[in-house]
């Protein structure tokens, strides 16, 4: 059997048994926090689940009870629909997106901790500005332009794809949900998948199912 934690409006899992043991011993999960199985119909205190399942005692070097937890969980960006991204990319000719691809990538750092994904992707908008400038100022320059403007490009889809990595990682250890995400449809859909994806962990948090 597994089980869902919550605490306040977020919830995380699920979990087995033996993992929500694990987790209340090093700290991650406070007793005081609610746990709900697929069978349960209300939302129970962990320590009640957990009854007198035997527990070893926690090391002096281990954080007290709903403090690791806390560091460790991310919040999402904003939820919005990923629709919304779509519409306002066409109408904006697609520089809504860019801007949309840095709070993605600003997201995903804290996620895992590495400046990749948001050095990356802001390449690609002040790219975009370099080249413009250059070929108005000196329009001789438009074919070299043309490369940069490639180049810049690839390192835009490489940044998207570390996103991806930085989500499936945070999504399969520290918040586990099997995060799934597709090479192809990020490549070609980039922001408006992963906010797609954004907004099923939204709902799966509210909820406590993914779609």
Not at 66 to 83: D, F, I, T, Y
Not at 162 to 180: R, V
């Amino acid at each position: 059997m597994e089980y869902f934690v919550k605490r306040g409006e977020d919830r995380f899992g699920p979990y087995s048994l033996t993992d929500l043991q694990k987790y209340v011993q090093s700290g991650n999960v406070a007793n005081e926090d609610l746990a709900q199985s697929e069978s349960m119909t209300d939302w129970i205190p962990v320590s009640q689940i957990l009854g007198n399942i035997p527990m070893s005692v926690m090391g002096a070097g281990v954080a007290a009870p709903g403090s690791a937890v806390e560091a460790q969980l991310v919040p999402l960006p904003p939820n919005l629909h990923w629709s919304l991204v779509l519409i306002l990319g066409v109408v904006t000719f697609q520089l809504f997106n860019m801007v949309w691809a840095v709070v993605l990538a600003n997201w995903a750092r804290k996620l895992s901790g590495d400046n990749k994904p948001i050095v990356l992707v802001a390449m690609y908008p002040a790219g975009i500005v370099a080249v413009m400038l250059m070929t108005s100022i000196y329009p001789s320059a438009a074919p070299f332009g043309a490369i940069f403007r490639l180049a810049i490009g690839i390192i835009y889809i490489v940044g998207m794809f570390s996103i991806k990595a930085a989500m499936e990682e945070y999504y399969n250890y520290t918040e586990n949900i099997g995060l799934q995400l597709s090479g192809t449809m990020t490549f070609f859909f980039s922001t408006v998948y992963l906010q797609y994806h954004i907004n099923s962990i939204a709902r799966w948090k509210k909820t406590g199912v993914l779609k």
